[in-house]
């Protein structure tokens, strides 16, 4: 291999590497965005669990 193709394919190699790590950033704010919405959904169900719990107990007391 002459000097011009090792150099040509190292470029080609750095391309490459350059955008799997762009993707991997990509990658990396969606698995935050997805556990940040878990979260939320998690709240948001033990919010609705808690309504839920209130508003039987308060109809028990109501009709015993």
Not at 3 to 16: A, C, P, S, V
Not at 19 to 26: F, H, I, P, Y
């Amino acid at each position: 291999m002459n000097n011009e193709k090792l150099e040509t394919t190292l470029i080609r190699q750095q391309r490459y590497i350059r955008q799997l790590e762009e993707q991997l950033a990509v990658y990396e704010e969606k698995d935050k965005a997805q556990e940040l919405l878990i979260e939320k959904l998690n709240r948001a169900l033990e919010l609705f669990a808690e309504e839920l719990s209130r508003t039987k107990a308060e109809k028990k007391e109501k009709n015993p």
